[in-house]
């Protein structure tokens, strides 16, 4: 504790001397951990967008769609035609009652919405009343989704995805107005709050309406479903509930379970899982390049403390002669260098964090590209990563040349000048 006190001293003496070096070096540190932090934050908040713009579709969710055997089931022939329909729901809610939720789905292409003279084609769906949780079709505020009402009775009530809203409405606040579905006229319950989506199969939830399954039935006839959406609980149960709705359908319509082309799967966990992996795989790239950017200011530490060590040879000897223990002379030396990395990660740290408040205020709404890429985000763990790095950096790039100050021989000293 003692020397401590003289520790310092001998930095500060020495930073005097070396302060040009010693500036230089503290700023290439700092920019390393600018680079770092920034490239980390910015991994993390793309893969933070990224993972709300797939939780779009929905959460743990499997699309199955209509298909046609591949292959002979007891007694019956390949190429036969599997077309679920609404009333084989209440059987796969029976048989898989451990699912999060099961919806069907009915879908028009080109479907007439009029509101007075204006006219706009778009989907329009009939669903399940779980399709709006499932689904992420989350109301906006002052509207809301189907409810067993609507459906029990055949309302006919119409939820708007956000842009068809705005196309057949404009700046016109659509709830509780009325619009005609194919010259059928409906009510409008609720406009889907704005949401980032980067899966869709049809076409993106914004660009279509939905109205209750049997309303749909009613007005156009059609039982046969268009697909079967099905949410697990968790991830891992999504296998289970895939093979468990096939083997129902399978006992019911006569076709081998594991002929897959039968039913059509899109298991939208497995996509979630693989995306997960890529942007993991992004952040450690990232992070890589960021920490080999710091490594450059390690060496500018490493080399000025080398530069320190070969200025004081003839002190350093004459201090081992007198007995000076090897502690005694690598002590100032590490304690320089951490200082140096210390300084510049401090300032590094400073200016990423300036940089990533800025960009926090510029505005992404109405942009989908700055909306999907995300904002900066600086987080304990990224903070944890920098200071793992920052102090392994200064503790080798001092320890080094302390070492070789202490393995000096006193006589040889004599020899600088």
Known sequence: MARMPVTLQLFIRSSRVQRRRAMLTIAAIAWGALSLLLLLAFGQGLGQQLDIAGRGLGHNIAIFWPGETTQPWKGLGSGRPIRPRIADLDLLRRRMPEAAGISGEIRNSQVALTRGKKTNNTQVVGVSLVYGRIRNHIAAPGGRFLDPIDDAQRRRVIFLGDEVAKDVFGDEDPVGKSLLVDNVPYTVIGVMQHKMQTGAYGTQDKNHAVIPLRTFEAQYGREELSNIVVAAQRPEDMPELIAELRRTLGQKYGFDPADERALPVWDHV???????????????????????????????????????????????????????????ITGPLILEGMIYTLLGGVLGVAMATTVVMLLAMVPTSGNEALELLGKPTLSPAIGVVAALILGAIGLLSAYFPARRAARVQPAETLRYE
């Open 270 to 328: 497995k996509d979630q899982q693989m995306t997960r992996n890529i942007l993991l795989g992004i952040e450690i790239f990232l992070g890589f390049i960021g920490g080999l950017t710091l490594a450059v200011g390690g060496i500018g530490v490493a080399n000025i403390m080398y530069a320190v060590v070969k200025e004081r040879t003839r002190e350093i000897g004459v201090k081992m002669a007198l007995g000076a223990r090897g502690r005694w």
